[in-house]
């Protein structure tokens, strides 16, 4: 069974650009979740996603940052306009249950950003 | 607010000898907690996990954590470290309705010869 993949595995832009961010999560995965690791930091909840509708997305840092997950498959997180502070790494998790003693969150390998 | 704190930012042991990774966290009532890996270029691995029962749970790669209450802990351990144990290691925590992880900041183990 394929596990979470998130693409791509690094991206370097500039300053002002727009990237997207993609995550696929396990297939029948309702929950996805969104993360980031900022440099030197702890890894911080961004948004959930159950199916395609945002559970939660109250780590999202600013309007700069759009996540998407139509038809409830995979979702896209897009930085536009990307700032220098954006760079780190970004997770992606999915899970089938929440809130069960079979919860748990499987991650991907997770996408560096570097914005210079 | 669910918190968790890992006061070693760095750990060096070596080969063979034992290991323990302190965690602290701070939540309301019970909660879910984890151990997760990150191996250079790799992703986040689920190590263990303690949602209620025992106290003392097993996990993958002969590792180790204890819940201890009393203490709002959930150290790590393993008995005898194999060079391929160097990595990041985070401690997680998740509410009862597990809408979000919290994480620490993370622990670097170095292992030398």
């Known amino acids: 069974e394929a596990g979470v993949t998130q693409f791509p595995s690094h991206s370097v832009i500039e300053k002002g650009q727009t990237v997207t961010l993609r995550c696929d999560p396990i297939?029948?995965?309702?929950?996805l979740y969104w993360y980031r690791r900022v440099m030197g930091k702890e890894i911080k909840f961004l948004l959930h996603?159950?199916?395609?509708?945002?559970?939660?997305e109250s780590g999202m840092p600013n309007n700069r940052f759009l996540a998407e997950r139509t038809g409830g498959t995979y979702s896209t997180l897009k930085v536009q306009p990307a700032e220098l502070e954006d760079s780190g790494v970004y997770f992606c998790?999915?899970?089938?249950?929440?809130?069960?003693?079979?919860?748990?969150?499987?991650f991907g390998q997770g996408t560096r950003l570097t914005v210079v | 607010a669910q918190s968790v704190t890992q006061p070693d930012i760095h750990i060096t042991v070596s080969e063979g000898a034992s290991l323990e990774l302190r965690c602290n966290y701070s939540?309301?009532?019970?909660?879910?907690l984890f151990w997760y890996v990150q191996s250079p270029g790799q992703g986040l691995q689920l190590l263990l996990k303690?949602?209620?029962?025992?106290?003392l749970v097993q996990g993958i790669k002969g590792f180790e954590a204890e819940f201890k209450r009393s203490q709002s802990s959930f150290n790590l351990r393993k008995p005898s470290v194999h060079w391929s144990d160097a990595a990041e290691y985070f401690c997680?925590?998740?509410?009862?309705?597990?809408?979000?992880?919290?994480f620490g900041t993370g622990t670097k183990l170095q292992v030398i010869p």
């Open positions: 996603f159950v199916k395609e509708s945002k559970q939660d």
């Open positions: 998790a999915s899970s089938q249950d929440r809130g069960t003693e079979n919860t748990e969150a499987f």
């Open positions: 997680a925590v998740v509410g009862m309705s597990y809408q979000k992880v919290t």
């Open positions: 303690y949602f209620s029962g025992d106290t």
């Open positions: 297939s029948g995965h309702d929950n």
């Open positions: 939540y309301g009532a019970t909660p879910y």
